[in-house]
């Protein structure tokens, strides 16, 4: 799972180079939550993503459906988030709070 991100961050250069929209359209959308000097990484399945802008425009209930996983990634290291990370950046919440947060909060 460690190698999801850097994965998606090959395929991210990969359509950059110029794979294609098509190319593009099936990776997965990785959402940037910042807070402070973190930055924490969720990827999301990319046929979702008008269903994730619904959400952020309010006309849709949150669910976790829409990640490819409930990992959550640190900065572009690709592994994921230990779990004493997760609790400075949220507190004491759920996965999917923390995911619902970071999809409000974040940028894809």
Not at 10 to 15: G, Q
Not at 32 to 46: F, G, M, S, T, W
Not at 71 to 76: A, K
Request: overall charge negative; some cysteine; hydrophobic content about 35%.
């Amino acid at each position: 799972r460690e190698g999801a991100c850097a994965k998606v961050a090959e395929e991210e250069r990969d359509a950059m180079k110029g794979g294609g929209d098509k190319a593009r359209d099936q990776s997965p959308l990785v959402v940037h939550y910042r807070n402070n000097h973190k930055v924490l990484l969720a990827l999301i399945d990319p046929t979702m993503r008008e269903q994730v802008d619904k959400f952020r425009e309010g006309k849709l209930e949150f669910t976790t459906n829409w990640f490819m996983s409930d990992d959550i990634f640190e900065d572009r290291l690709g592994m994921q988030a230990s779990t004493s990370l997760l609790e400075s950046v949220f507190g004491n919440i759920s996965r999917s709070a923390m995911l619902q947060t970071m999809l409000s909060q974040g940028e894809y």
